[in-house]
């Protein structure tokens, strides 16, 4: 399976960027596809995930009612809409497909799938 991510850029704060991720593979099953993000000098830090049925979205309190993800199953896609960007939400975003376990959902380590990231960048 592989994820490759597009969309990223430098944005005005205040500004959006919406964030695409195609999955290729033969044996695509994974339940869970999301988002992760990855600051300079920072750890891996979780953002958002949907289900493949693209219910059930959660994401993490600081980018709550900004950002919104969806996924288009005929395409195999998720999107990450991102909106008043602020200079905090600058870093590399990562596109991740797995099946973790409800408690586990918000951990990078329990998604099997990554993608090479796209880089936001926002500018005050």
């Known amino acids: 399976v592989q994820l490759v991510e597009s969309g990223g850029g430098l944005v005005q704060a205040g500004g959006s960027l919406r964030l695409s991720c195609g999955a290729s593979?033969?044996?695509?099953?994974?339940?869970?596809m999301g988002w992760f993000r990855q600051a300079p000098g920072k750890e891996r830090e979780f953002v958002a995930f949907i289900t493949r049925f693209g219910v059930a979205p959660y994401y993490a309190d600081s980018v709550k009612g900004r950002f919104a993800i969806s996924i288009n199953n005929a395409k195999n896609t998720v999107y990450l809409q991102m909106n008043s960007l602020n200079p905090e939400d600058t870093a590399f975003y990562y596109c991740v497909a797995g099946s973790p376990i409800q408690s586990a959902r918000t951990y990078p380590s329990t998604y099997g799938y990554w993608g090479r990231g796209t880089p936001v960048a926002v500018s005050s």
């Open positions: 593979g033969t044996s695509f099953s994974s339940r869970y």
